[in-house]
C-alpha cells in the first residue's frame, strides 16, 4: 500500500494549492488521517464544501474539523469556483478547452476533477461550459499490492492470461485494481508467471497519470501507454504499432468499441478491462456488452461489492459465471466512519475493526492512524 505521509504529500502538493485560501487553510489543518482517507472534495457554487469518504459525507469548517451537518461549514462563492479551473488550467481555458466540453479535467498525478454547469451549444455540441456551478475533486490512489488475492486466478500458464472483466459500482477502486493487476502482470513474478508485453490505453489519465509523457504510478516495465484517446483508437494504434500480449483499458462499455474489442480477441491479444455494473447480470442486457458477452470475450469476470459489513467483497467467476472464489477482506483496507464529535472522526480499518478517534492533533505514521 502507498505510504501514508507520500498520499499525504501528494494531496498537499497536486490539489490543495488549486483550491481557494479558506478551503486551503482548512484542509491543511484536517487531521492527517481523515485527509489520507479522503476520496473525493466537492465544491458546489454558494453551498458547504463536502468530503466523501468510504460511504460517508461530511462537512469540514475553518478550523479543519469534520462534522455531519452543515452548520458553519466552509463554502465557496461563484468566483472562486471560476478562479479554481483557471488554476486547474494553469490560466490557459482554451487549453484545455475539449477536456472541459466532456466535463472533466485530469490533473497531475491522475486526479480527476469533474465539472458541470451552463452548456454552450453549437449544432448539437458542447463547444463550452459557462458558469460553473459544481466542481468534483476524486483524488487517485496508487496501491500497489491490492491485487495480490486475486491475481493467480487470473494467470492461465506461466505465459498466458485469461481475459478478464472487472465490474464494480463507482467508488470501490476498480481502477485501482486494474493498475495493481496490470503492474504485476508486464513485472511478472517467476516462476509462476514471466511477465507480458501490456499496452494501456488511458482515456483519462487516471491509470498511470502520466506527465509529459512519464508515468507517475507504476505500470510495469513491459507496459507501454496512450494516454487522452478514445479506447476504440488507443486499441487500433496499440494493434499496429507495440504488438501487446495484453490490451488493458478503463471503463468499457461504449457500443462503439465492441468491434475492436472482438479485433483484439481474434488477433490472439488478452484483453484487460473495468466496467461499470453491480453484477454480471446487470451487464447482459447493456448495449454493447451483450455483443461481447455472447461471443464468450472474457474468461474471467472480478466482481466488486461491500458486503453487511462494508467491508469490500471480491467475487472472482469464471467465463460462465460460476464462482471461483470470494475475498471478503483484501489489502485495499477500505477505512468506515461512524461518528463525528468534537472535530475528531471515528475511524478504522474495516479489516481491522477498533474504534479510533483521530482529531488534527492525531500521531501518524503508516497512513491508517494510531
Not at 479551473?85 to 472541459?100: G, H, V
Not at 449544432?123 to 493467480?152: L, M, P, Q, W, Y
Not at 457500443?255 to 473495468?274: H, K, Q, W, Y
Request: hydrophobic letters at 40%; charged letters at 25%.
Amino acid at each position: 500500500m502507498m505510504n501514508g505521509s507520500d498520499m499525504i504529500s501528494r494531496i498537499q502538493n497536486e490539489i490543495i494549492p488549486y483550491l481557494p485560501l479558506n478551503l486551503k487553510n482548512g484542509l491543511l489543518k484536517l487531521s492527517r488521517s481523515a485527509l489520507f482517507a479522503t476520496e473525493e472534495i466537492r465544491l458546489r457554487a454558494q453551498r458547504p464544501v463536502m468530503l466523501h469518504f468510504a460511504g460517508m459525507d461530511g462537512y469540514i469548517n475553518e478550523d479543519g474539523n469534520l462534522c455531519r451537518e452543515p452548520h458553519d461549514a466552509l463554502m465557496v462563492c461563484s468566483e472562486e469556483m471560476a478562479e479554481t479551473i483557471f488554476k486547474i488550467c494553469e490560466n490557459s481555458w482554451y487549453a484545455y478547452q475539449e477536456d472541459i466540453n466532456k466535463g472533466f479535467i485530469t490533473i497531475r498525478g491522475g486526479h480527476r476533477i469533474g465539472l458541470i454547469g451552463t452548456p454552450v451549444m453549437n449544432e448539437g455540441r458542447i463547444i463550452n461550459i459557462r458558469d460553473i456551478s459544481s466542481i468534483n475533486i476524486r483524488i487517485s490512489r496508487e496501491i500497489k499490492g491490492c491485487a495480490s488475492k486475486v491475481i493467480k486466478y487470473l494467470i492461465k500458464n506461466s505465459f498466458d492470461i485469461y481475459s478478464t472483466l472487472i465490474i464494480s459500482p463507482p467508488g470501490l477502486g476498480k481502477t485501482t485494481l486494474l493498475r495493481d493487476i496490470t503492474r504485476l502482470l508486464s513485472n511478472g513474478f517467476p516462476p509462476d508467471f514471466y511477465g507480458l508485453k501490456i499496452g494501456l490505453v488511458d482515456e483519462r489519465g487516471e491509470i498511470a497519470a502520466s506527465y509529459k509523457g512519464i508515468p507517475v504510478n507504476d505500470l510495469g516495465f513491459r507496459t507501454d501507454i496512450i494516454n487522452g484517446i478514445h479506447k476504440k483508437t488507443g486499441m487500433e494504434i496499440l494493434l499496429r504499432s507495440m504488438g501487446p500480449n495484453i490490451i488493458a483499458l478503463d471503463e468499457l462499455g461504449n457500443p462503439d468499441d465492441v468491434l475492436t474489442v472482438l479485433e483484439v480477441l481474434n488477433a490472439g491479444i488478452r484483453l484487460l478491462a473495468t466496467a461499470h455494473g453491480y453484477n454480471l447480470e446487470s451487464l447482459k442486457t447493456r448495449h454493447g456488452f451483450t455483443e461481447i458477452l455472447n461471443e464468450n470475450a472474457f474468461e474471467r469476470f472480478i466482481i466488486l461489492s461491500l458486503d453487511k459489513d462494508l467491508k469490500y467483497q471480491t467475487t472472482i467467476m469464471d467465463g460462465d459465471g460460476n464462482v471461483i472464489t470470494m475475498v471478503s477482506e483484501n489489502d485495499r483496507k477500505p477505512f468506515g466512519f461512524r461518528e463525528f464529535n468534537d472535530g475528531g472522526v471515528c475511524l478504522f480499518p474495516q479489516v481491522n475493526r477498533k474504534n479510533r478517534k483521530h482529531t488534527a492533533n492525531t500521531s501518524f505514521s503508516d497512513g491508517i492512524g494510531k
